[in-house]
């Protein structure tokens, strides 16, 4: 399956910022994160289809993750 | 700070001015001291642009103390956009140095008989208040440079440019930054309009010979500063995204998520986001020999501004923040930095809110007066209409509800009558509860339920659902009113609602200063008291419970991509303020 994979703030720095990355059926977004090298607990923001999720959560055909540090404004 | 000078500029043969003792001011600041002070001494039924109305300046409880991040300064009067209380704080180098100073309080009353434009110079030894009507209707820019020839570069100037001497309703007082750029402004509510009413063009604040404010316990305030400089700097949001990206990368954050007002708030998601993104607008920066990372005041650890050069790699404006790259930008289909930098300099420099004035031209645009998108169209309405005071220019300085009056517009993003910014309360519902009961009029700084609703900071309730928004918001409305009595900038809130020790380092750079014991329960209890003081101005000024809503678009139009509308009851709203 194919997943919308976009990196934000310091994550795009060595990586990439929007690429169209193929995994097996099921995989859960920690796998993505950890293939990516992103310290788990660097991760602030996990947004799939623009509503956030959780590490465990598997993924399907066709969606969006958007990874985010933690960051903030205002 | 143990005095306050007030000035009066109704008095017969001219402006007379005197000296008080501070007396419970002494240890309070900010928000507290200019609430408490419009609240006694404010009818809350006057003009706000009568005689009646006050200015009121206070520098933060630990401003002019070695305190990191102490340097904001409020301003406090009624406003000409809310017809409420209103409370305006800003960074650069004026709090610290009217704290350094002595002063807990700039009282400034009545209005002049005449035309005569008045500057006021505050020094160690005196205080001088002088006609100068060379400086009528200078902007900002040239203004401060005019200035600097007379009273050098080491003074702090506060200003307003010409929307404040036409009393536009969204005019906005200026502070000028290290570098003596007027860059950092009261925004909110119309302060500048105050100012100008009362025919003051700037405040020259100059502390030469002065030292910082000396604790009461040397130790204990020495060790927790170094502690709460040590928390913020730990923190992933203060000590690295801050300092990187500036606000501005939330423009990411909430596209992604689907609560980016887009087009005069039509739809969540901006396709122009990435390219006017906080990431961007660094790289951009840095291309340009700008700087991403910059402090609005001395003592800024975290240091959110930057400076933003043009083509040429010639100065242009401040970094713009994520509020001011919205408002001018996603909110007006804008997708062009250039463009928003540009309005950022015309809004300093003219002297208003870019929340309001951004917020005011997209719904012109939603009336028809321009495209959304054209961006050559919106630098026009800034430096042809309202920098030069013209008709169109007034109604737009008038504010987003006046814009969307004058152009019969249905959608028009106000509470209170003050601009909404820049995170839909369909897709961010809790801080939809803030826009709607602040008693400040639609803010997001008074209760940043974005943070525990987007950012995860902080907590997590689900943004998408009214579940557990009004104690969310009501618990930061409380925090803030503290905070923002401080002298704290307001971004210290990541750190501390993340890391109890950093929390804990906060009271006892308060408690050390002061000689006393502070606690959470103490910082709660201030928050509530000036909170019920400006609720009651507000009730006193005509506000109900009707008052404390959204426009009612947001129950009708669903907002894509999530398809909400806003769910929070008026009867939960209307529990917000529990304890009064
Ligand atoms: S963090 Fe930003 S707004 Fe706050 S004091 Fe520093 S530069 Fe100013």
Redesign the interface.
């Known amino acids: 399956m194919q997943v919308n994979v976009?990196l934000?703030?310091?994550f795009?720095t060595g990586r990439f910022?929007q690429e169209f990355r193929d995994y097996p059926d099921q995989t859960q977004i920690g796998t993505v994160v950890r293939e990516l090298n992103i310290p788990e607990e660097?991760v602030?923001?996990l947004?799939l289809n623009?509503?956030?999720a959780k590490l465990d959560q598997p993924l399907s055909d066709g969606d969006l993750l958007?990874i985010?540090?933690?960051?903030?404004?205002? | 700070m143990d005095k306050i000078l007030r000035i009066n500029m109704s008095a017969a043969g001219g402006p007379t001015q005197s000296t008080e003792k501070a007396g419970e001011f002494a240890a309070l600041g900010g928000r507290a001291t200019t609430s408490t002070i419009v609240g006694n001494e404010v009818p809350p039924d006057c003009h706000p642009l009568s005689a009646d109305n006050k200015l009121v300046i206070a520098p933060g409880m630990l401003s002019g103390t070695a305190a990191a991040i102490s340097g904001r300064i409020s301003v406090g009067c009624k406003s000409p956009l809310t017809g409420g209380i209103k409370e305006s704080n800003a960074g650069g180098q004026a709090a610290q140095v009217l704290a350094r100073l002595g002063y807990a309080a700039v009282i400034i009353e009545g209005i002049p008989e005449g035309d005569d434009l008045y500057k006021i110079h505050i020094n160690k030894d005196r205080v001088e208040i002088s006609v100068d009507n060379s400086n009528k209707l200078l902007d900002n820019y040239p203004l401060i440079e005019k200035l600097q020839k007379e009273y050098g570069d080491k003074v702090a100037y506060m200003s307003i440019g010409s929307a404040g001497e036409r009393l536009m309703a969204s005019a906005s007082i200026a502070c000028t930054d290290p570098e003596l750029r007027p860059t950092r402004h009261c925004g909110r509510g119309g302060v500048g309009a105050v100012m100008g009413s009362k025919k003051i063009k700037v405040i020259i604040l100059d502390d030469a010979g002065c030292k910082n404010r000396p604790p009461q316990d040397a130790e204990r305030f020495k060790t927790a500063n170094r502690a709460f400089v040590e928390g913020i700097r730990k923190?992933?949001?203060?000590g690295?995204?801050?300092p990187?990206?500036?606000?501005?990368?939330?423009t990411?954050?909430l596209n992604?998520?689907?609560g980016y007002p887009t087009n005069n708030f039509k739809t969540g998601?901006f396709e122009g986001g990435?390219k006017i993104s906080?990431?961007s607008l660094a790289e951009l920066e840095i291309s340009r020999g700008g700087k991403a990372t910059h402090g609005c005041h001395r003592g800024c650890v975290i240091q959110?501004s930057g400076i933003y050069n043009d083509k040429d790699g010639k100065y242009l404006t401040k970094q713009p923040?994520?509020?001011t790259v919205w408002s001018h930008g996603g909110h007006c289909g804008i997708s062009d930095l250039d463009t928003i930098a540009t309005l950022d300099y015309w809004d300093d420099n003219v002297g208003v809110d870019t929340i309001e004035m951004g917020v005011a031209i997209g719904v012109a645009m939603d009336g028809g007066l321009l495209e959304f998108g054209d961006g050559v169209g919106a630098i026009n309405l800034l430096r042809d209409e309202v920098a030069k005071g013209t008709p169109l220019g007034r109604i737009l300085g008038g504010g987003a509800g006046m814009t969307g009056k004058a152009f019969g517009v249905t959608r028009v993003p106000v509470v209170k009558n003050q601009a909404l910014p820049a995170y839909d309360p369909r897709t961010v519902q809790g801080i939809g509860v803030t826009y709607a009961t602040s008693t400040q009029g639609a803010d997001?700084?008074a209760g940043?339920a974005?943070?525990t609703n987007?950012?995860?900071?902080g907590g997590d309730v689900?943004?998408?659902k009214p579940e557990g928004q009004i104690e969310l918001s009501r618990n930061l409305q409380i925090a803030t009113t503290a905070i923002d009595s401080t002298g704290l900038c307001?971004?210290i809130a990541?750190p501390i609602l993340d890391q109890p020790e950093t929390f804990q380092s906060m009271l006892d750079l308060l408690g050390g200063f002061y000689g006393i014991e502070m606690t959470g329960d103490d910082v709660a209890a201030l928050g509530q008291k000036v909170l019920t003081l400006e609720r009651k101005f507000n009730k006193d000024a005509g506000f109900g419970p009707e008052d404390d809503r959204l426009p009612s678009f947001f129950q009708t139009e669903k907002l894509p991509?999530?398809n909400l509308t806003f769910g929070v009851t008026d009867e939960e709203l209307d529990q917000l303020y529990n304890w009064d």
């Open positions: 976009k934000f703030a310091s795009q910022k660097e602030g923001i947004l623009a509503v956030h958007a985010f540090p933690l960051v903030g404004g205002g | 923190h992933p949001v203060s690295e995204g801050l990187a990206y500036g606000t501005n990368v939330l990411n954050v992604e998520a689907g998601q990435t906080g990431e959110c923040e994520y509020e997001h700084t940043y974005v943070a987007i950012l995860k900071v689900d943004p998408l307001l971004f990541f991509p999530h």
